[in-house]
């Protein structure tokens, strides 16, 4: 396991000298604070620092901007001292694919030459990113593709925040130069947190990358927009509703310890009742914020009525949506979807208890984009069978 030790807010980013040698630092995945201090290290006088890092940061984060010279309001000489001190880069596009439903599925290279995916999902009234927060993962839930592989390592805080500007500039959703913030409706508006890797394991970076998108001076997602989905990381729970605020999503998945042990193996370490506990107290819970119980349907294994009274059982007193989603198959996968008419059955006990129940329709099958299908070919670190049966109690 690779829980970070908890360190409290204030801490400030250190700007790393960039892994690529390039010898420059990447502005992408500062915070406010740590991008003053680093303009001040690059030799900004201290009184202007604020006033320039809010000019740089509508530059990168508003208008999209990469290269120092489109820094219009800025003296000649300063973004010269910008541009030999700074970068700002983001993950590089390696594959896209676009599927017959319009999702677009982007390979993305990230420094020391590791990919993760990137999902995006055109919806009529809105439009979603999937982004990944690790290269692989820790966990080894039994349904999970990504769970196959190894974790490789952490993204950092510009990875997480670069995927968003990746998707922004392949779908030209910046803000016009001479417009401004909310003159026309962006094409990205929602962030789920829902790609490759535990977001509670990489926290600091996850919370830093999020604040970045919910700056109102930038990328400007209403934390509303924003979901992190967790397979239950426990003592982080708390703290995601403290320091990032926002919506939360648990992969739930079964209504007994037995069967949630095999599927969701972290729930050996922190069980249903801990799990709904946590849930109970997350600080930021009202009606209006309801949390999201997301239920993959898997045939024989966790979609009988008597699961759908259990749920409902389980969660009562938390207000809660449940997100029913058909298991996304993946070569060599152990499991197989519940039937249409299993699920639908499902649903409806649910939806009668008066909770929305929607399915999840899955989205761009064709290019294996769905929920659960995400790992990236070229990583060689794989889990053995072994070590999967071992963690998951097969
Ligand atoms: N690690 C986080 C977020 C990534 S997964 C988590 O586990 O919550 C996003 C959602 O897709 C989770 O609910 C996950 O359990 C679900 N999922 C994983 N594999 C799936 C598959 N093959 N079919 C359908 N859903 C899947
Ligand atoms: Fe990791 Fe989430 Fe997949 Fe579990 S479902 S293996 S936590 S990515």
């Not at 500062?30 to 809010?54: S, W």
């Not at 596009?93 to 020391?112: E, F, H, M």
């Not at 979807?337 to 929607?358: C, D, E, L, T, V």
């Not at 070919?377 to 998951?392: C, N, V």
């Amino acid at each position: 396991m690779t829980a970070s030790a908890p360190i409290t807010q204030d801490v400030l980013t250190i700007p790393r000298k960039d892994a690529e040698g390039t010898g420059k630092v990447n502005l992408v995945g500062l915070t406010r604070d740590g991008m003053r201090e680093a303009l001040i290290a690059a030799g900004t006088p201290e009184k202007q620092a604020k006033m320039r890092m809010g000019q740089v940061w509508q530059w990168v984060y508003q208008k999209g901007v990469r290269d120092f010279d489109e820094m219009t309001n800025l003296a000649k000489d300063y973004r010269a001292l910008l541009s030999e001190n700074f970068e700002i880069r983001v993950p590089e596009v390696v594959s896209k694919q676009v599927s017959t439903d319009g999702t677009r599925k982007y390979l993305v290279r990230i420094a020391g030459g590791h990919e993760v995916e990137v999902v995006y999902i055109p919806e009529e009234d809105r439009g979603t990113l999937c982004v990944s927060s690790q290269v692989g993962c820790t966990l080894t839930c039994s349904f999970c593709h990504t769970g196959t592989q190894k974790l490789v390592r952490n993204l950092t805080a510009g990875e997480i925040v670069g995927q968003i500007m990746m998707a922004r500039d392949d779908l030209g959703d910046w803000v016009p130069a001479g417009k401004g913030m909310g003159e026309q409706p962006r094409l990205v508006s929602n962030i789920v947190l829902m790609g490759m890797g535990e977001p509670l394991y990489n926290f600091d970076a996850v919370r830093d990358a999020m604040k970045i998108a919910m700056d109102g001076e930038g990328i400007s997602l209403s934390r509303r927009r924003i979901t992190l989905s967790t397979s239950g990381v426990v003592p982080e729970i708390a703290r995601a509703g403290e320091e990032i605020g926002c919506m939360l999503a648990i992969s739930f998945h079964a209504t007994t310890d037995e069967t949630r042990d095999k599927l969701v193996p972290i729930n050996k370490r922190w069980n249903i009742e801990t799990l709904l506990q946590s849930l109970r107290d997350y600080p930021k819970l009202s009606n209006s914020e309801r949390i999201t119980f997301e239920y993959v349907m898997l045939a024989g294994v966790n979609d009988s009525d008597e699961d759908a009274y259990r749920l409902l059982e389980l969660i009562k007193g938390i207000p809660a949506k449940i997100n029913l989603i058909p298991f996304n198959e993946w070569p060599g996968a152990p499991y197989k979807r519940s039937s249409n008419n299993r699920i639908r059955a499902f649903a409806n006990i649910i939806y009668q208890a008066g909770y929305a129940s929607p399915i999840r329709t899955p989205r761009g099958e064709d290019i294996m984009a769905a929920c659960g299908q995400l790992k990236s070919a070229t990583e060689r670190a794989r889990k053995s069978k072994a070590e999967i049966a071992k963690e998951a109690g097969l």
